[in-house]
Structure formats: structure tokens, C-alpha cells
């Protein structure tokens, strides 16, 4: 049902003149799963409530819930009679929700709150669908899904995989935000992360390596304790990404792998100073597919010892400085590192080999996966 429905919902998309390519179809997909996800997860802490005898403060006012605009129901199944559609629906959407929903980053009483994720977001992208009948076609799809149970949760997670992967193969630059899923799960193992650890990707794309070192803890640990449980979601899992769209796929993806209000931050990485960095600053791991190829301004190329214009290189010297003592780190380099004889790579290759105790180098087609202990 699930896969059908992320079908349906492609198949009018390609209809609606604004969208044009697999990176919009994702875009619009995913803040329309967004709200619906934020509606499920509402009720259920509307009904953990309940139970304990508790009251429970929505996050979102009345008007702009998703049962309110977007699917409203009698006898179970959407009343199209007071169900916006057409130009009322985009009329709210664009003029009331979307205005609604950015405001919530000033409201909100810190960065890794659902309120602030839900203010990043909807600042971050826009309504590009046209239609408001073929909207009310997507939110009739986008209703059927269901968040309820783990196994739900872990359906779409993997269909949303899938749409990130199509999304790769677009053009566009869309491959940035995708690293081959095998990869990812080699390079997490040879990490080995533990319960207790904290993890960081400072170039998060789509937050594939987040959600599988995720994905690996909860397999390796499954008699977890509720502190445990909690040191998972809140503080344990980190990432920084620059473009706004991929800013808004990671937060989803990892949202759909389990972690409610993902600690991402919306940022130029390469744009901080090396030398403010404390040791509350660094990581026990770092997992990366940093761009390559990239040019970054001479005036972020100051903060680094080795200058260089070639993004991925300025990650590396990144990374080498934000892993703890002992730590380890998994990054896939492009695979003329290792031999390249310009001055930025010859020293870039020399400081890891005096700050880091070099552990594993698999150099393959794809590039080079460099890991340090």
C-alpha cells in the first residue's frame, strides 16, 4: 500500500507545471510527510496523556493541524465537502500555513526542539505545487500512510531511501545527496560505534550515514534501557549541511528512521574557524561523503592550515580536528588522494599520518575510504 501510494503521489506531481525533476518531487513529498508525521506523532503523545491522567499542549494551533486543513475526517475517511481544495487550498497553504509554520524558529526554545526543526524547514523550502486539485490529490495519498507502528515507520523509511536514490541518479547535482547505502553500512561497521558515543557527519547530504549508524546501535543493543533509549535520540547522533534542500531530506529521513527531532543544523561547515573549536566541540566518531570538487572563498580557505580550494580536502582537515582523542573517523575521499603530488594533498596526507593513527585504507572505484582509531 505504502508503495503504491509514493507512486500515486509521483504520478501527479509530474503532472503540476512546478515541479520538474525528482529533487522537487522529494522536496514537495517531504514536507507534506513532514506534517502529516507531526499529526501522528500529536496523537500519540495526545493519548500517552490521556492515560496518565494528563492534559496535553498541541504543538500546532487548531487551524493549521493536519486534521484540520489538510484532511479532515467524517466516519473515518476524508469530507471532501469541508476538505480545502483548488485555489483555497493553495491560497491557505501559501498565505496562512506555510507564514504559520516559519514562525515557530523564533518561538522555539532551542535548536534541537520539534518546534525550531518545524520553523528550519518551512524557512528553508517552499510550496511548488501550482494545482491546488492536484495538492488535494497528494494529500488524499499523503493521508493513507501510517506512522503507528515500527514496522510502518521502517516501510517508509525505506521507501523514502528510495526516492533519496532516484533523486541521485536526477542530475541536477541531486547524486550529492546520496551515497550508495552498502557503503554507508562498511563504513559504519569498521567505525563500530557504541551506546554512549556521539556520531557527526559535518557534510550530512541526506543523513544516510546517521540513520544507519542508527539503525546499527539499535541491532547491536536490543535490551536498551530508557536512558539509553533517550541518549539515542537526544544526544548522540550530529550533523551540519549547507543546501537547504538536502538540510530538509536529512531531517526527514532521520525522522522516519526513529529520531524525532533530529540534531542538524543548518549550516556552511567549511564557513567555521578551526581554532574556536574545544573539546566540547568534537566527536568519539565522524562519518562523511564530503563534496568533491567543490571551490570554497578564499576567506574560509584562511581558517585551515593547509590552504587548498578543493572542498572535500578542507572537510578532511575539518574532521581531523573535531574527533576526540582516541576517536575514529570513516570519509570517503576521492580516490586520486592517495596519489596526487600537488602541495595540498602531499601535506594534507602527511598531517594524517602524524595526528592520526591510520587504521584502514580501501581505495576502489567510487574513491577512498580513509578510517583513523
Same mark, same amino acid.
Do not use: W
Given at each position: 500500500m505504502f508503495e503504491q501510494a509514493f507512486k500515486n503521489i509521483d504520478d501527479v506531481l509530474w503532472k503540476d507545471a512546478g515541479c520538474t525533476s525528482e529533487l522537487d518531487y522529494t522536496e514537495q513529498s517531504s514536507w507534506l510527510l513532514f506534517l502529516k508525521y507531526l499529526d501522528a506523532l500529536e496523537h500519540d503523545k495526545a493519548t500517552e496523556a490521556a492515560l496518565d491522567g494528563k492534559s496535553y499542549s498541541h504543538i500546532l494551533d487548531a487551524p493549521y493541524r493536519w486534521e484540520s486543513w489538510a484532511a479532515p475526517k467524517k466516519d473515518g475517511k476524508i469530507d471532501h465537502n469541508t476538505a480545502l481544495s483548488g485555489d483555497d487550498l493553495i491560497l491557505f497553504?501559501?498565505?496562512?500555513?506555510?507564514?504559520?509554520?516559519?514562525?515557530?524558529?523564533?518561538?522555539?526554545?532551542g535548536p534541537n526542539t520539534i518546534g525550531y526543526k518545524i520553523g528550519e524547514i518551512f524557512g528553508e523550502i517552499k510550496n511548488r505545487i501550482q494545482s491546488g486539485y492536484n495538492l488535494r490529490e497528494?494529500?488524499?495519498?499523503?493521508d493513507e500512510l501510517r506512522f503507528a507502528s515500527q514496522t510502518e515507520k521502517h516501510e517508509l523509511s525505506h521507501l523514502y531511501e528510495a526516492? $533519496?536514490? =532516484? *533523486?541521485?541518479?536526477? !542530475?541536477?547535482?541531486?547524486?550529492?545527496?546520496y551515497t550508495p547505502r552498502p557503503l554507508i553500512r562498511a563504513i559504519v561497521a569498521v567505525t563500530a560505534p557504541?551506546?554512549?558515543?556521539?556520531?557527526?557527519?559535518?557534510a550530512v547530504g541526506s543523513a544516510g550515514f546517521l540513520c544507519e549508524s542508527f539503525d546499527y546501535l539499535r541491532i547491536q543493543n536490543p535490551k536498551r534501557t530508557t536512558a539509553q533509549d533517550r541518549t539515542l535520540q537526544e544526544r548522540t547522533?550530529?550533523?551540519?549541511?549547507?543546501?537547504?534542500?538536502?538540510?530538509?531530506?536529512? $531531517?526527514? =529521513? *532521520?525522522?522516519?528512521? !526513529?529520531i524525532e527531532a533530529p540534531n542538524i543544523v543548518h549550516t556552511n561547515t567549511l564557513a567555521e574557524n578551526l581554532a574556536d573549536v574545544q573539546e566540547k566541540d568534537r566527536f568519539h566518531i565522524v562519518v562523511a561523503n564530503p563534496p568533491f570538487g567543490g571551490k570554497e572563498r578564499k576567506e574560509v580557505q584562511q581558517n585551515f592550515p593547509i590552504r587548498t580550494g578543493e572542498t572535500a580536502f578542507l572537510f578532511l582537515q575539518?574532521?581531523?580536528?573535531?574527533?576526540?582523542?582516541?576517536?575514529?573517523?570513516?570519509?570517503?575521499?576521492?580516490?586520486?588522494?592517495?596519489?596526487n603530488t600537488d602541495n595540498a594533498s602531499v601535506s594534507l596526507r602527511q598531517k594524517i599520518l602524524d595526528e592520526c593513527n591510520l587504521h584502514t585504507v580501501l581505495d576502489c572505484p567510487g574513491g577512498t575510504f580513509i578510517g583513523a582509531a
Open positions: 497553504v501559501n498565505g496562512k500555513l506555510f507564514p504559520y509554520l516559519q514562525g515557530f524558529k523564533a518561538k522555539a526554545t497528494i494529500i488524499d495519498h499523503i526516492k $533519496i536514490k =532516484n *533523486m541521485g541518479n536526477a !542530475g541536477r547535482n541531486g547524486g550529492e545527496y557504541r551506546l554512549g558515543e556521539t556520531i557527526c557527519d559535518p547522533f550530529y550533523g551540519k549541511e549547507k543546501k537547504s534542500l538536502a538540510y530538509v531530506i536529512a $531531517i526527514m =529521513n *532521520m525522522i522516519l528512521h !526513529g575539518h574532521i581531523i580536528k573535531i574527533i576526540k582523542a582516541g576517536g575514529r573517523a570513516g570519509v570517503v575521499i576521492k580516490n586520486t588522494f592517495l596519489s
